[in-house]
Protein backbone atom coordinates (compact mmCIF):
# COMPACT_ATOMS: atom_id res chain seq x y z
CA UNK A 1 0.00 0.00 0.00
CA UNK A 2 2.82 2.45 0.75
CA UNK A 3 4.69 1.77 -2.31
CA UNK A 4 1.49 2.71 -4.37
CA UNK A 5 0.71 5.06 -2.52
CA UNK A 6 4.54 6.53 -4.15
CA UNK A 7 4.06 5.26 -7.03
CA UNK A 8 0.89 7.37 -7.41
CA UNK A 9 2.33 10.39 -5.57
CA UNK A 10 5.93 10.04 -8.30
CA UNK A 11 3.36 9.65 -11.39
CA UNK A 12 0.51 12.23 -10.87
CA UNK A 13 0.40 14.18 -7.83
CA UNK A 14 3.55 15.38 -7.44
CA UNK A 15 5.13 14.65 -11.28
CA UNK A 16 8.61 15.67 -10.86
CA UNK A 17 8.12 18.13 -13.70
CA UNK A 18 5.03 19.86 -13.34
CA UNK A 19 4.62 19.82 -9.92
CA UNK A 20 8.10 20.34 -8.57
CA UNK A 21 9.50 22.02 -11.70
CA UNK A 22 12.64 20.18 -12.05
CA UNK A 23 13.90 19.57 -15.75
CA UNK A 24 11.87 21.67 -17.24
CA UNK A 25 15.06 22.15 -19.88
CA UNK A 26 14.65 18.55 -21.46
CA UNK A 27 10.63 19.43 -21.26
CA UNK A 28 10.82 21.99 -23.45
CA UNK A 29 13.85 21.03 -25.28
CA UNK A 30 13.06 17.64 -25.98
CA UNK A 31 9.07 17.54 -26.54
CA UNK A 32 8.64 18.56 -30.02
CA UNK A 33 7.70 15.27 -31.58
CA UNK A 34 6.46 12.11 -29.14
CA UNK A 35 9.15 9.72 -31.10
CA UNK A 36 11.63 11.76 -29.32
CA UNK A 37 10.32 12.52 -26.37
CA UNK A 38 9.80 8.70 -25.55
CA UNK A 39 13.32 8.59 -26.62
CA UNK A 40 14.24 10.79 -24.20
CA UNK A 41 11.84 9.02 -21.61
CA UNK A 42 13.01 5.33 -21.94
CA UNK A 43 17.00 7.34 -21.51
CA UNK A 44 15.58 8.83 -17.73
CA UNK A 45 13.89 5.60 -16.87
CA UNK A 46 17.51 3.75 -17.28
CA UNK A 47 19.27 5.89 -15.62
CA UNK A 48 17.34 7.17 -13.21
CA UNK A 49 17.02 3.76 -11.83
CA UNK A 50 20.89 3.29 -11.56
CA UNK A 51 21.66 5.95 -10.42
CA UNK A 52 19.09 5.96 -7.49
CA UNK A 53 20.48 2.60 -6.45
CA UNK A 54 23.75 3.09 -7.04
CA UNK A 55 23.83 7.03 -4.80
CA UNK A 56 21.26 5.31 -2.41
CA UNK A 57 24.71 2.37 -1.62
CA UNK A 58 27.30 5.02 -1.41
CA UNK A 59 25.08 7.06 0.98
CA UNK A 60 24.35 4.36 3.41
CA UNK A 61 27.67 2.66 3.06
CA UNK A 62 30.09 5.73 2.97
CA UNK A 63 28.56 9.11 3.61
CA UNK A 64 26.86 8.26 6.55
CA UNK A 65 28.60 6.01 8.66
CA UNK A 66 31.37 8.17 8.18
CA UNK A 67 29.37 11.48 8.81
CA UNK A 68 30.51 12.94 5.84
CA UNK A 69 26.53 13.78 4.23
CA UNK A 70 27.50 16.97 3.59
CA UNK A 71 29.72 15.97 0.62
CA UNK A 72 26.23 14.38 -1.26
CA UNK A 73 25.89 16.59 -3.75
CA UNK A 74 29.48 16.32 -5.47
CA UNK A 75 29.61 12.57 -4.56
CA UNK A 76 26.29 12.03 -6.52
CA UNK A 77 27.23 14.34 -9.04
CA UNK A 78 30.47 12.45 -9.60
CA UNK A 79 28.23 8.98 -9.49
CA UNK A 80 25.67 10.38 -11.84
CA UNK A 81 28.63 11.30 -14.49
CA UNK A 82 30.38 8.79 -14.48
CA UNK A 83 26.92 6.35 -14.61
CA UNK A 84 25.97 7.89 -17.73
CA UNK A 85 29.46 8.03 -19.23
CA UNK A 86 29.83 4.13 -18.83
CA UNK A 87 26.11 3.43 -19.78
CA UNK A 88 26.96 5.12 -23.39
CA UNK A 89 29.97 2.81 -23.68
CA UNK A 90 28.62 -0.13 -23.18
CA UNK A 91 25.45 1.16 -25.18
CA UNK A 92 27.52 1.84 -27.92
CA UNK A 93 29.08 -1.82 -28.00
CA UNK A 94 26.05 -3.96 -27.15
CA UNK A 95 23.26 -1.99 -28.61
CA UNK A 96 24.19 0.47 -31.48
CA UNK A 97 20.87 0.95 -32.68
CA UNK A 98 19.57 2.22 -29.21
CA UNK A 99 23.18 4.60 -29.03
CA UNK A 100 22.10 6.30 -31.95
CA UNK A 101 18.04 6.29 -31.12
CA UNK A 102 19.14 8.14 -28.03
CA UNK A 103 21.96 10.30 -29.46
CA UNK A 104 22.55 13.43 -27.53
CA UNK A 105 19.72 12.92 -25.01
CA UNK A 106 22.07 10.41 -23.42
CA UNK A 107 24.87 13.03 -22.03
CA UNK A 108 22.66 15.45 -22.25
CA UNK A 109 20.88 13.34 -18.57
CA UNK A 110 24.25 13.80 -16.90
CA UNK A 111 23.11 17.80 -16.47
CA UNK A 112 19.29 16.99 -15.83
CA UNK A 113 18.48 18.01 -12.39
CA UNK A 114 15.73 15.72 -11.88
CA UNK A 115 18.18 12.69 -11.79
CA UNK A 116 20.12 14.59 -8.75
CA UNK A 117 17.14 16.12 -7.38
CA UNK A 118 15.47 11.90 -6.89
CA UNK A 119 18.90 10.93 -5.64
CA UNK A 120 18.64 13.40 -3.01
CA UNK A 121 14.63 13.34 -2.29
CA UNK A 122 15.43 9.37 -1.69
CA UNK A 123 18.09 9.78 1.03
CA UNK A 124 15.78 13.13 2.39
CA UNK A 125 12.48 10.88 2.35
CA UNK A 126 14.85 8.15 4.19
CA UNK A 127 13.58 5.27 1.75
CA UNK A 128 15.03 2.00 1.90
CA UNK A 129 16.26 0.30 -1.24
CA UNK A 130 13.01 -0.82 -2.73
CA UNK A 131 11.24 2.40 -2.01
CA UNK A 132 14.40 4.21 -3.83
CA UNK A 133 13.78 2.17 -6.58
CA UNK A 134 9.86 1.96 -7.06
CA UNK A 135 10.38 6.08 -6.21
CA UNK A 136 12.92 6.44 -9.17
CA UNK A 137 11.18 4.07 -11.44
CA UNK A 138 7.82 6.07 -11.07
CA UNK A 139 9.06 9.51 -10.98
CA UNK A 140 10.97 8.62 -14.34
CA UNK A 141 7.40 7.07 -16.02
CA UNK A 142 6.11 10.25 -14.53
CA UNK A 143 8.87 12.46 -16.82
CA UNK A 144 7.95 10.61 -19.33
CA UNK A 145 4.14 11.05 -19.30
CA UNK A 146 4.60 14.47 -18.85
CA UNK A 147 6.83 15.01 -22.01
CA UNK A 148 5.09 13.05 -23.96
CA UNK A 149 1.65 14.83 -23.18
CA UNK A 150 3.53 18.00 -24.08
CA UNK A 151 4.88 16.73 -27.01
CA UNK A 152 1.25 15.00 -28.49
CA UNK A 153 0.29 19.56 -27.69
CA UNK A 154 3.16 20.92 -29.40
CA UNK A 155 2.38 18.47 -32.58
CA UNK A 156 -0.80 19.78 -32.72
CA UNK A 157 -0.01 23.35 -32.38
CA UNK A 158 1.85 23.07 -35.20
CA UNK A 159 -0.78 22.58 -37.49
CA UNK A 160 -3.34 25.12 -34.98
CA UNK A 161 -3.74 29.04 -36.36
CA UNK A 162 -1.87 30.48 -32.94
CA UNK A 163 -2.20 34.42 -32.80
CA UNK A 164 0.93 35.61 -34.45
CA UNK A 165 1.93 37.29 -31.27
CA UNK A 166 2.12 34.01 -29.16
CA UNK A 167 3.85 31.60 -32.03
CA UNK A 168 6.80 30.00 -30.81
CA UNK A 169 8.64 29.86 -27.51
CA UNK A 170 5.24 31.65 -25.53
CA UNK A 171 2.50 29.49 -26.44
CA UNK A 172 4.43 26.26 -25.83
CA UNK A 173 4.93 28.01 -22.00
CA UNK A 174 1.38 29.01 -21.96
CA UNK A 175 0.55 25.18 -23.40
CA UNK A 176 2.81 24.21 -20.25
CA UNK A 177 0.97 26.36 -17.74
CA UNK A 178 -2.19 25.11 -17.93
CA UNK A 179 -0.55 21.50 -18.16
CA UNK A 180 0.91 22.00 -14.96
CA UNK A 181 -2.74 23.35 -13.47
CA UNK A 182 -3.99 20.46 -14.55
CA UNK A 183 -1.95 18.25 -12.65
CA UNK A 184 -2.02 20.32 -9.99
CA UNK A 185 -5.83 18.67 -9.35
CA UNK A 186 -3.81 15.62 -8.42
CA UNK A 187 -2.71 16.68 -5.21
CA UNK A 188 -4.42 16.04 -2.09
CA UNK A 189 -5.90 12.91 -3.49
CA UNK A 190 -3.20 10.27 -1.46
CA UNK A 191 -1.14 11.83 1.56
CA UNK A 192 2.20 10.40 2.50
CA UNK B 1 40.54 13.72 10.48
CA UNK B 2 37.98 14.67 8.56
CA UNK B 3 39.80 16.52 5.75
CA UNK B 4 41.73 13.08 5.03
CA UNK B 5 38.39 11.41 5.07
CA UNK B 6 36.54 13.79 2.73
CA UNK B 7 39.70 13.76 0.75
CA UNK B 8 39.86 10.16 0.48
CA UNK B 9 36.35 9.00 0.17
CA UNK B 10 35.80 11.16 -2.57
CA UNK B 11 39.20 10.59 -4.29
CA UNK B 12 38.64 7.05 -4.33
CA UNK B 13 35.05 7.38 -6.00
CA UNK B 14 37.25 9.09 -8.18
CA UNK B 15 39.63 6.88 -8.88
CA UNK B 16 37.35 3.50 -8.46
CA UNK B 17 35.15 5.51 -11.44
CA UNK B 18 37.93 6.71 -13.19
CA UNK B 19 39.50 3.32 -13.51
CA UNK B 20 35.57 1.73 -14.13
CA UNK B 21 35.41 4.00 -17.10
CA UNK B 22 38.74 3.03 -18.47
CA UNK B 23 38.25 -0.52 -18.14
CA UNK B 24 35.10 -0.34 -19.77
CA UNK B 25 36.38 2.07 -22.48
CA UNK B 26 38.99 -0.83 -23.47
CA UNK B 27 35.79 -3.63 -22.70
CA UNK B 28 33.75 -2.14 -24.71
CA UNK B 29 36.19 -0.30 -27.37
CA UNK B 30 33.90 -0.21 -30.87
CA UNK B 31 36.25 -0.12 -33.27
CA UNK B 32 35.12 2.04 -35.97
CA UNK B 33 36.63 2.12 -39.67
CA UNK B 34 38.25 5.57 -39.72
CA UNK B 35 37.43 6.23 -43.17
CA UNK B 36 33.61 7.00 -42.14
CA UNK B 37 34.45 9.54 -40.02
CA UNK B 38 36.65 11.28 -42.87
CA UNK B 39 33.77 10.05 -45.40
CA UNK B 40 30.80 11.91 -43.50
CA UNK B 41 32.59 15.09 -43.50
CA UNK B 42 33.15 14.93 -47.16
CA UNK B 43 29.34 14.38 -47.54
CA UNK B 44 27.02 17.75 -47.81
CA UNK B 45 25.23 16.95 -44.36
CA UNK B 46 21.88 17.82 -45.63
CA UNK B 47 20.58 14.35 -44.35
CA UNK B 48 18.22 14.64 -47.75
CA UNK B 49 18.19 10.71 -48.14
CA UNK B 50 18.67 11.14 -51.68
CA UNK B 51 21.34 8.40 -51.77
CA UNK B 52 18.63 5.90 -50.03
CA UNK B 53 19.72 5.82 -46.85
CA UNK B 54 18.26 7.81 -43.85
CA UNK B 55 21.44 9.88 -42.85
CA UNK B 56 24.76 11.31 -44.42
CA UNK B 57 26.52 8.70 -41.54
CA UNK B 58 24.62 5.91 -42.75
CA UNK B 59 25.59 6.23 -46.37
CA UNK B 60 29.09 6.50 -45.38
CA UNK B 61 29.33 3.49 -43.28
CA UNK B 62 28.36 1.82 -46.46
CA UNK B 63 30.52 3.38 -48.51
CA UNK B 64 33.06 1.66 -46.60
CA UNK B 65 31.64 -1.94 -46.42
CA UNK B 66 31.22 -1.50 -49.85
CA UNK B 67 27.56 -2.13 -50.79
CA UNK B 68 27.13 1.08 -52.80
CA UNK B 69 27.91 2.78 -55.06
CA UNK B 70 30.34 6.11 -54.46
CA UNK B 71 28.31 8.29 -57.05
CA UNK B 72 25.13 7.84 -55.14
CA UNK B 73 25.08 10.97 -53.23
CA UNK B 74 23.36 13.64 -55.40
CA UNK B 75 23.79 16.47 -54.04
CA UNK B 76 27.60 16.34 -53.56
CA UNK B 77 27.65 15.89 -57.15
CA UNK B 78 31.26 15.38 -58.78
CA UNK B 79 32.94 17.12 -56.54
CA UNK B 80 32.31 15.19 -53.71
CA UNK B 81 32.22 11.90 -55.23
CA UNK B 82 35.81 12.24 -56.10
CA UNK B 83 37.38 13.32 -52.84
CA UNK B 84 35.34 10.49 -51.45
CA UNK B 85 37.22 7.77 -54.31
CA UNK B 86 40.23 9.48 -53.10
CA UNK B 87 40.03 8.49 -49.59
CA UNK B 88 38.75 4.89 -51.11
CA UNK B 89 41.86 4.79 -52.81
CA UNK B 90 39.55 3.80 -56.42
CA UNK B 91 39.48 5.79 -59.39
CA UNK B 92 36.88 8.23 -60.06
CA UNK B 93 33.10 6.91 -60.74
CA UNK B 94 31.15 10.18 -60.51
CA UNK B 95 28.63 11.46 -62.70
CA UNK B 96 29.11 13.88 -65.09
CA UNK B 97 25.67 15.71 -65.21
CA UNK B 98 24.57 17.73 -62.78
CA UNK B 99 20.88 17.47 -62.39
CA UNK B 100 18.16 19.67 -61.29
CA UNK B 101 14.38 20.06 -60.26
CA UNK B 102 12.16 21.43 -62.91
CA UNK B 103 8.46 22.35 -62.38
CA UNK B 104 6.35 21.38 -64.91
CA UNK B 105 3.50 23.85 -63.84
CA UNK B 106 2.55 27.49 -64.75
CA UNK B 107 -0.80 27.20 -64.03
CA UNK B 108 -1.11 30.17 -61.50
CA UNK B 109 -4.41 31.52 -60.04
CA UNK B 110 -4.76 34.10 -62.33
CA UNK B 111 -4.94 31.67 -65.36
CA UNK B 112 -6.03 28.08 -64.02
CA UNK B 113 -8.98 29.31 -61.06
CA UNK B 114 -10.49 27.17 -58.36
CA UNK B 115 -13.16 25.10 -57.67
CA UNK B 116 -13.72 26.13 -54.37
CA UNK B 117 -12.15 28.20 -51.39
CA UNK B 118 -9.98 26.41 -49.11
CA UNK B 119 -9.01 27.71 -45.78
CA UNK B 120 -7.29 24.56 -44.10
CA UNK B 121 -3.69 23.76 -43.11
CA UNK B 122 -1.36 25.41 -45.67
CA UNK B 123 -0.17 22.29 -46.82
CA UNK B 124 -0.71 20.50 -50.31
CA UNK B 125 -1.02 16.91 -48.76
CA UNK B 126 -3.68 18.10 -46.19
CA UNK B 127 -5.47 20.24 -49.34
CA UNK B 128 -5.20 17.14 -51.58
CA UNK B 129 -7.07 15.00 -48.94
CA UNK B 130 -9.62 17.39 -48.66
CA UNK B 131 -11.72 16.63 -52.17
CA UNK B 132 -9.20 16.14 -54.24
CA UNK B 133 -7.64 19.61 -54.01
CA UNK B 134 -9.12 22.81 -54.50
CA UNK B 135 -8.10 23.71 -58.20
CA UNK B 136 -9.87 23.20 -60.86
CA UNK B 137 -7.10 21.48 -62.73
CA UNK B 138 -6.62 18.22 -60.97
CA UNK B 139 -3.12 17.88 -62.27
CA UNK B 140 -1.63 21.53 -61.53
CA UNK B 141 -0.21 23.40 -58.93
CA UNK B 142 -2.10 24.30 -55.31
CA UNK B 143 0.70 26.71 -54.46
CA UNK B 144 0.64 26.26 -50.72
CA UNK B 145 4.45 25.56 -50.69
CA UNK B 146 5.02 22.37 -49.31
CA UNK B 147 7.81 21.10 -51.66
CA UNK B 148 9.16 24.62 -50.89
CA UNK B 149 9.04 23.83 -47.39
CA UNK B 150 10.82 20.50 -47.42
CA UNK B 151 13.77 21.64 -49.81
CA UNK B 152 17.04 21.14 -47.73
CA UNK B 153 18.77 23.10 -49.84
CA UNK B 154 16.74 26.12 -49.72
CA UNK B 155 16.54 25.94 -53.42
CA UNK B 156 12.92 26.09 -53.90
CA UNK B 157 11.01 29.07 -53.19
CA UNK B 158 7.36 30.16 -54.32
CA UNK B 159 7.33 32.99 -56.45
CA UNK B 160 5.03 36.22 -57.21
CA UNK B 161 2.52 34.09 -58.87
CA UNK B 162 2.36 31.46 -56.14
CA UNK B 163 4.12 28.62 -58.23
CA UNK B 164 7.44 27.03 -56.97
CA UNK B 165 10.65 28.69 -58.48
CA UNK B 166 13.88 26.31 -58.48
CA UNK B 167 17.52 27.74 -57.78
CA UNK B 168 19.26 26.48 -60.02
CA UNK B 169 22.59 26.96 -58.59
CA UNK B 170 21.22 26.04 -55.26
CA UNK B 171 19.57 22.73 -56.77
CA UNK B 172 21.42 19.80 -55.90
CA UNK B 173 18.70 17.36 -57.88
CA UNK B 174 17.98 15.31 -54.69
CA UNK B 175 14.56 14.56 -55.76
CA UNK B 176 12.92 15.57 -51.85
CA UNK B 177 10.46 18.06 -53.48
CA UNK B 178 9.89 15.59 -55.77
CA UNK B 179 8.32 12.95 -53.50
CA UNK B 180 6.84 16.00 -51.53
CA UNK B 181 4.39 17.14 -53.80
CA UNK B 182 1.10 15.26 -54.05
CA UNK B 183 0.52 16.07 -57.90
CA UNK B 184 4.24 15.38 -59.08
CA UNK B 185 4.78 18.01 -61.05
CA UNK B 186 8.00 18.46 -60.43
CA UNK B 187 10.32 16.19 -62.21
CA UNK B 188 14.52 15.41 -62.07
CA UNK B 189 16.04 16.66 -65.20
CA UNK B 190 19.77 17.11 -66.18
CA UNK B 191 21.27 20.56 -65.81
CA UNK B 192 22.82 20.63 -69.22
CA UNK B 193 19.05 19.90 -71.35
CA UNK B 194 18.71 22.23 -73.77
CA UNK B 195 16.23 23.06 -76.33
CA UNK B 196 12.17 23.84 -75.28
CA UNK B 197 9.93 22.19 -72.95
CA UNK B 198 6.31 21.98 -72.05
CA UNK B 199 5.60 23.14 -68.69
CA UNK B 200 2.26 20.94 -68.31
CA UNK B 201 1.59 18.29 -66.58
CA UNK B 202 -2.32 17.65 -67.34
CA UNK B 203 -3.70 14.44 -69.10
CA UNK B 204 -7.28 15.29 -68.97
CA UNK B 205 -8.49 15.50 -72.72
CA UNK B 206 -8.59 19.12 -74.18
CA UNK B 207 -11.59 19.90 -73.93
CA UNK B 208 -11.80 19.78 -69.82
CA UNK B 209 -8.29 21.23 -69.97
CA UNK B 210 -9.93 24.80 -71.94
CA UNK B 211 -12.39 24.58 -69.01
CA UNK B 212 -10.19 24.73 -66.04
CA UNK B 213 -7.17 26.36 -67.35
CA UNK B 214 -5.35 29.12 -69.78
CA UNK B 215 -2.43 27.26 -70.07
CA UNK B 216 -2.37 23.72 -70.26
CA UNK B 217 -1.62 21.38 -72.77
CA UNK B 218 -4.71 20.13 -74.96
CA UNK B 219 -2.75 17.51 -76.69
CA UNK B 220 -3.85 18.15 -80.19
CA UNK B 221 -0.16 16.91 -81.64
CA UNK B 222 0.17 20.74 -83.60
CA UNK B 223 3.60 20.65 -82.12
CA UNK B 224 4.29 17.35 -83.24
CA UNK B 225 3.08 18.26 -86.39
CA UNK B 226 5.39 21.16 -86.96
CA UNK B 227 8.40 19.61 -85.45
CA UNK B 228 11.13 18.21 -87.88
CA UNK B 229 12.94 15.87 -86.13
CA UNK B 230 10.12 14.13 -84.48
CA UNK B 231 10.82 14.94 -80.44
CA UNK B 232 7.82 15.76 -79.61
CA UNK B 233 5.34 13.09 -78.62
CA UNK B 234 1.66 12.79 -76.74
CA UNK B 235 0.77 10.78 -74.69
CA UNK B 236 -2.54 10.56 -72.62
CA UNK B 237 -3.19 14.23 -73.82
CA UNK B 238 0.61 15.95 -72.88
CA UNK B 239 2.88 16.93 -75.13
CA UNK B 240 6.20 16.08 -74.06
CA UNK B 241 9.71 17.01 -75.77
CA UNK B 242 12.93 14.81 -75.58
CA UNK B 243 15.71 16.89 -75.21
CA UNK B 244 17.97 14.50 -76.62
CA UNK B 245 15.95 15.00 -79.99
CA UNK B 246 15.41 18.98 -79.70
CA UNK B 247 17.53 20.99 -81.61
CA UNK B 248 15.66 24.33 -80.30
CA UNK B 249 15.11 25.25 -83.52
CA UNK B 250 11.77 26.46 -82.30
CA UNK B 251 9.26 25.77 -84.72
CA UNK B 252 6.85 24.32 -82.26
CA UNK B 253 6.68 27.56 -80.35
CA UNK B 254 4.35 29.29 -82.33
CA UNK B 255 2.46 26.56 -83.69
CA UNK B 256 1.09 25.63 -80.23
CA UNK B 257 -2.09 26.75 -79.80
CA UNK B 258 -1.95 27.82 -76.33
CA UNK B 259 1.00 29.25 -76.23
CA UNK B 260 2.91 27.31 -73.52
CA UNK B 261 6.08 25.60 -74.94
CA UNK B 262 9.10 27.52 -73.52
CA UNK B 263 12.89 27.65 -73.13
CA UNK B 264 14.08 25.38 -70.73
CA UNK B 265 15.21 27.01 -67.78
CA UNK B 266 19.05 26.93 -67.15
CA UNK B 267 21.74 29.17 -64.79
CA UNK B 268 23.55 32.28 -66.70
CA UNK B 269 27.12 31.65 -66.65
Redesign the interface.
Given at each position: MELLAIIFVAILANNIVLNQFLGICPFLGVSKRIETSLGMGMAVIFVMTLAAIVTWIVDILLLVPFGLTYLRTIAFILIIAALVQFVEIVLKKTNPTLFRALGIYLPLITTNCTILGVAILNVQAAHNIIETIVYAIATAIGFTIALVIMAGIRERLELANVPGLLRGAAVTLVSAGILSLAFMGFIGIVTL | M?LF??LA??GG??LL?GG??AF??QR???EEDPRVETICDLLPGANCGACGFPGCINFAENIVKGSVNINSCIPGGKAVCDSICEVMGVASAALETKLVAEVCCIGSAAVAPDRFEYHG?KDCKAAMAYSGGFKACAYGCLGLGTCAGCCPFDALHMGADGLPVVDLERCTGCGICVKACPRNIIRVVTADRHGKYVPCNSKDRGKVVREVCEVGCIGDKACVKACPRGAITVTDNLAVIDSAKCDDCGKCVPACRRNIIKDVIKTHH
Open positions: - | DLSIILGFLLAAFAVV
